[in-house]
């Protein structure tokens, strides 16, 4: 029997390992230079560059040069390496309460005024997602 047809799965095969996800936490952050996201990330250089690579050609990064001799370049996020960021504050709240909580290494304000905390709830009716799902439907339910 085949394994499960999952969107996670095929999210994972792209941004799954640890330095594509630091990645887009460094331009989140507005590091848009190799050299800083290479500091910040601790990332190999010829590692980083391969995932600055598979990222801008499967339209998560964007690259705008900033210098032509020698050739040099910013990355920023596309729309949907923005939507990635939000998975990072969902790992970073999970961090936060399960690795951190004495003292967690990060925090941010929301424009509300408030400390922010990630959560995920539905968009129709705000209900935390995780304790009200059912029903899956679709090619990746398996049933038995």
Do not use: K
């Not at 922010?116 to 899956?136: I, K, N």
């Amino acid at each position: 029997m085949p394994p499960r047809e999952c969107s996670i799965t095929d999210t994972l095969n792209l941004v799954g390992e640890r330095w594509t996800l630091l990645v887009v936490r460094e331009l989140s952050h507005g590091v848009r230079r190799f050299e800083g996201i290479a500091r910040n990330t601790g990332a190999p250089r010829d590692i980083l560059t391969t995932r600055l690579r598979r990222l801008e050609a499967t339209g998560i990064v964007r690259r705008e040069p900033y210098s032509a001799h020698p050739p040099r370049y910013e990355y920023h996020l596309t729309e949907a390496g923005e939507e990635l960021g939000d998975v990072l504050l969902t790992l970073m709240a999970w961090g936060d309460r399960h690795l951190n909580a004495e003292d967690p290494p990060m925090r941010f304000q929301h424009a509300c005024g408030h400390g922010f905390t990630a959560a995920v709830v539905c968009a129709h009716c705000g209900q935390q997602a995780r304790e009200q799902l059912h029903s899956p439907t679709g090619r990746g339910v398996v049933t038995g």
